[in-house]
């Protein structure tokens, strides 16, 4: 069973326009959410993170929205840029674990020029 | 944040064989390194917490005796891979945990089983 979900595979959007990116978990233990962006055949890069005691956290265009009791989060970008075409994943971890980061399927983002 | 290092990027071997992957820490002591597998279209899973001095942590469903970890040192951490199937094939990918939540990821190694 998924505790995070990342339910759209893939996104295109228009240079300059929002990006949204949506991720839905299951277990009310995570109290951590991470946003990790990947290109092909190379690691994670950690973008940006919310603790649960929060429910925004902004980092110059990207925005990490966390609701809490629809167990719901969602990244946004705007404006859009071509460089952040990537897969972008969401992780969730909760303090009883060792830091233990547990990863949604991806989405794959497509900013068009 | 942390710098992490793999070693290979990339690794083509034969059915049966094993194959050890290196996870190193450039510029950070790392008493915990995590070690994930990413098969196509799926998400990361964790298999394995590598504790320095102490045995790792398997999750459950990952071999132990199958998919060996050493972590000798602060700065390296191994996963070996024994007796390779096709099945193994996969993108092994390492990271250190700076601080709780925190986690830097090397940028992995592709293995291809033939």
């Known amino acids: 069973d998924q505790q995070v979900k990342q339910n759209s595979p893939s996104l295109s959007v228009q240079e300059g326009r929002i990006s949204i990116l949506n991720c839905d978990y299951t277990n009310s233990m995570f109290d951590y959410f991470l946003w990790y962006k990947k290109y092909p055949a190379e690691g994670p890069t950690f973008l940006i993170s919310?603790?649960?005691?929060?429910d925004k956290n902004e980092d110059g265009r990207f925005t990490v929205f966390l609701n809490k009791s629809a167990k719901h989060l969602s990244l946004h970008i705007v404006p859009s840029q071509p460089g952040d075409s990537a897969v972008y994943f969401c992780a969730a971890s909760d303090r009883g674990s060792q830091g233990n980061l547990i990863f949604g399927k991806g989405t794959k983002l497509s900013v068009k020029p | 944040g942390a710098v992490v290092s793999q070693h290979p990027s990339w690794v083509i071997c034969k059915s049966g064989t094993s194959v050890k992957i290196e996870c190193r820490s450039l510029d950070f002591q790392a008493t915990t390194m995590f070690w994930y597998r990413q098969f196509p279209k799926q998400s990361l899973m964790l298999m394995a917490t590598?504790?320095?001095?102490?045995?790792?942590?398997?999750e459950q469903g990952v071999e132990k005796d199958k998919f060996l970890i050493n972590h000798a040192s602060l700065t390296l951490s191994t996963l070996t891979v024994t007796s390779a199937h096709p099945e193994d094939s996969s993108f092994y990918i390492c990271?250190?945990?700076?601080?709780?939540?925190?986690?830097?990821f090397g940028p992995g190694t592709r293995l291809t089983v033939l």
């Open positions: 590598s504790n320095e001095g102490s045995k790792a942590t398997y």
């Open positions: 990271s250190v945990i700076l601080r709780t939540y925190e986690q830097f």
């Open positions: 919310i603790s649960s005691i929060k």
